[in-house]
């Protein structure tokens, strides 16, 4: 139990599907983030959210759209997706967004665009 | 420019060898953190460690251990006695306190596979 969880697990959609994918934390932290992970790739960072605002946007596509209603939730909408979108998608979640906090992450959401 | 390598794309060792994984980092900053992440297969990333760049001293937990040095820009990783449940992805990253929007920057990855 990593205190991280997201739904779901695994998802398929098509290019012209709208889906959203969940993250809930229960570590009473501050700051939320969504990672991708595709294969040989580094670890990148899409969003950052501080007390439910966004501090972080590294040029993340339109077709992304994170919103985080509260300091424990945060959502990552998608929606007219393309195949390289495929990747593992993160939640992780920290005290707060300073460099120096560790992160604490969930299993990932495995989606494949079709 | 920021930068985190873990030359060893894959590790393959039989249970109960040591084994180290290395990791060499590039910063102009000089308070920055270090960190090592875990990956098993089930997915999520389970953080190791910490360490800031104005402590040196080598961390020991069980099995597990990390040397630090600054004069060579490294943070190694060693596992003794591996098990076979040490199989995993291992991930460094390196973050800078003066960036203030945050950024991890990580490694590729190394992945460990242990053989019984």
């Known amino acids: 139990e990593t205190g991280v969880t997201q739904t779901p697990r695994h998802l398929v959609m098509g290019m012209t599907n709208k889906k959203s994918l969940k993250c809930e934390q229960h570590?009473?932290?501050?700051?939320m983030y969504w990672y991708k992970q595709s294969a040989k790739k580094p670890l990148e960072l899409m969003f950052v959210?501080?007390?439910?605002?966004?501090?972080e946007n590294n040029s993340v596509p339109s077709r992304f759209s994170p919103e985080c209603p509260n300091s424990s939730h945060l959502f990552l909408h998608l929606h007219t997706l393309q195949p390289e979108d495929s990747a593992l998608y993160l939640c992780?979640?920290?005290?707060?967004?300073?460099?120096?906090?560790?992160?604490?992450f969930g299993q990932g959401t495995r989606l494949t665009v079709v | 420019a920021q930068k985190v390598t873990q030359a060893q794309t894959e590790i393959s060792v039989v249970e109960k060898e040591d084994v180290t994984l290395d990791c060499v980092y590039e910063?102009?900053?000089?308070?920055?953190?270090l960190f090592w992440y875990k990956q098993p297969p089930s997915g999520e990333l389970v953080f190791l460690i910490r360490?800031?760049?104005?402590d040196e001293q080598n961390e020991i937990s069980g099995r597990y251990s990390w040397n630090f040095q600054k004069s060579t820009s490294s943070f190694n990783f060693t596992i003794t006695a591996s098990q076979v449940v040490d199989s995993a992805v291992y991930f460094c990253?390196?973050?800078?306190?003066?960036?203030?929007?945050?950024?991890?920057?990580w490694g590729a990855g190394t992945k460990l596979i242990i053989k019984p």
């Open positions: 992780a979640s920290s005290q707060d967004f300073k460099g120096n906090t560790e992160a604490f």
């Open positions: 570590l009473g932290h501050n700051a």
């Open positions: 959210y501080s007390l439910e605002e966004r501090v």
């Open positions: 910063t102009r900053d000089t308070t920055y953190y």
């Open positions: 360490r800031n760049s104005f």
């Open positions: 990253a390196l973050s800078e306190a003066a960036d203030s929007n945050y950024q991890l920057i």
